[in-house]
């Protein structure tokens, strides 16, 4: 297949072909959403597969079932992917999605419903350094390049879901009030149950130590890397190559220092300031 081929263009952003659709787009542009449902927002890499096995423990108390018994991109599935029409009858009460999409995409119904979001944010170098991975061990996805072909991709938005900087201040400048909650990638690597103590209490969950702290243990890296479910091994080889890179790779808040060298960091963060403008200096984690 030409890497061409491989993607679409949707409003300027490019996806998959293998998981999205023109049609997997329309159904998300007229989907209607529920006032209970709660909606996990990511620029890709930021952590969604992690957000899948963490939303439906924070929803329905701990019952470990969804997350040993269906695969996560069925139990949460993305708003924007074809999976959605498949699966969306058979999703409990409230539901939990996911999505890439940039706020200025979202279905018009969530903006009349009461539907709750909690945006992840992470450091957008670490970002870079696990999506070159991902390219290289997804079948569907465009070959990388070197990592300084990618970096490039990366600030001209040529890459999937657009630019990281307009996903961000798309997300950041939203009139959506206590619908949405903010937390980052590093915060939840730092302290699991504080973090998901912070969403729990959003979701008006109030779930006690005892079951934020089991959450925490099915939810860490290391039990996510052997769950079947969350892990990617259902994938055939020949879409995802875990012997490339493995899906759930390092795990970690940093891994860029193993990557960038001092000109490439210079660049990158140029760039990324002058795009972000005043939203810069709000941002959890120096850009240098
Ligand atoms: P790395 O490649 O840096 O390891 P997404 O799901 O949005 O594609 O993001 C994938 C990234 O989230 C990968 O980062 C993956 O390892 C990381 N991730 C997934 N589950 C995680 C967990 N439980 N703890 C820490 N990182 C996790």
């Known amino acids: 297949m030409s890497s061409e081929g491989k993607y679409l263009l949707y409003n300027g952003l490019l996806a998959p072909k293998e998981t999205h659709s023109l049609e997997s787009f ?20 930021s952590g969604t597969i992690w957000m899948q096995e963490i939303l439906p423990l924070l929803l329905n108390g701990g019952d470990l079932t969804p997350i040993q018994t269906i695969p996560n991109w069925d139990r949460v599935p993305w708003l924007e992917e074809k999976r959605l029409a498949e699966v969306v009858d058979q999703l409990p009460s409230p539901r939990a999605m996911v999505t890439h999409f940039p706020y200025h995409l979202m279905p018009a119904s969530f903006h009349t419903s009461k539907a709750k979001v909690i945006y992840v944010m992470r450091n957008p170098k670490d970002i870079l350094v696990s999506s070159f991975y991902f390219h290289q061990m997804a079948e569907f996805l465009e070959d990388p390049g070197t990592f300084d072909e990618f970096i490039e991709k990366f600030l001209e938005g040529k890459v ?3 630019k990281w ?15 949405i909650m903010y937390i980052t990638y590093e915060e939840m690597v730092q302290d699991l149950p504080a973090a998901l103590k912070r969403m729990s209490d959003f979701l008006g969950r109030n779930l ?14 290391k039990t996510m890397k052997t769950n079947t479910m969350s892990n990617f091994s259902l ?6 190559d875990s012997d490339k890179s493995p899906f759930l790779r390092k795990g970690i808040a ?26 810069s200096s709000s941002l959890p984690w120096s850009l240098d």
Not at 208 to 221: G, N, P, R, V, Y
Request: hydrophobic share 35%; net charge negative; proline share 2%.
């Open 26 to 45: 329309k159904f998300a542009e007229e989907f209607t959403l529920k006032d209970d449902d709660v909606i996990g927002v990511l620029y890709p890499k």
């Open 254 to 279: 940093g891994d860029w220092k193993n990557h960038f060298s001092s000109e490439q960091l210079a660049r990158f963060t140029l760039v990324i300031r002058k795009e972000l403008g005043n939203e």
């Open 165 to 179: 900087t307009d996903h961000v201040k798309g997300w950041k400048d939203t009139d959506l009030g206590d619908r």
């Open 235 to 240: 994938v055939p080889k020949v879409y995802m």
């Open 208 to 221: 006690s130590d005892e079951t934020i702290q089991k959450i925490a243990e099915h939810c860490s890296f």
């Open 160 to 162: 999937l879901f657009g």
